[in-house]
């Protein structure tokens, strides 16, 4: 059975960083593109990053651009995602998620979920 545990989230000042770490059981990771997805305080879930299946294709949401940066160690079946630059609008619950494709970024394309990871950003 496919699995995946989120880890890393906390409470951090602004302007710090934290690392999320996103490990899978019960799959090949090199078969499975991910998406970082965030839940903010009553809103929507929003994708924030994904990565292929090999780690050659990123992208991010303009509001993370240049201060996220997802990577991936299929060695050990585990997606980062680093955060740099914490801003108190980036506080919410981080889930990832993994898709049986090359490369996806759509919240539907996404079929195993974790169950995320809090963090929160204040001072």
């Known amino acids: 059975q496919l699995q995946l545990v989120e880890s890393g989230g906390g409470l951090v000042q602004p302007g710090g960083s934290l690392r999320l770490s996103c490990e899978g059981a019960?799959?090949?990771?090199?078969?499975?593109?991910i998406g970082w997805f965030h839940q903010a305080p009553e809103k929507e879930r929003e994708v924030v990053s994904c990565?292929?299946?090999?780690?050659?294709?990123?992208s991010y949401v303009d509001s993370v651009r240049g201060r996220f940066t997802v990577s991936r160690d299929n060695a050990k079946n585990t997606v980062y995602l680093q955060m740099n630059s914490l801003k108190p609008e980036d506080t919410g619950v981080y889930y990832c998620?993994?898709?049986?494709?090359?490369?996806?970024?759509?919240?539907?394309?996404?079929?195993?979920w974790g169950r995320g990871t809090q963090v929160t950003v204040s001072s």
């Open positions: 019960g799959f090949t990771s090199e078969d499975y593109a």
């Open positions: 990565i292929s299946s090999s780690g050659g294709s990123r």
């Open positions: 998620a993994a898709a049986r494709a090359v490369y996806v970024c759509e919240e539907g394309d996404f079929r195993y």
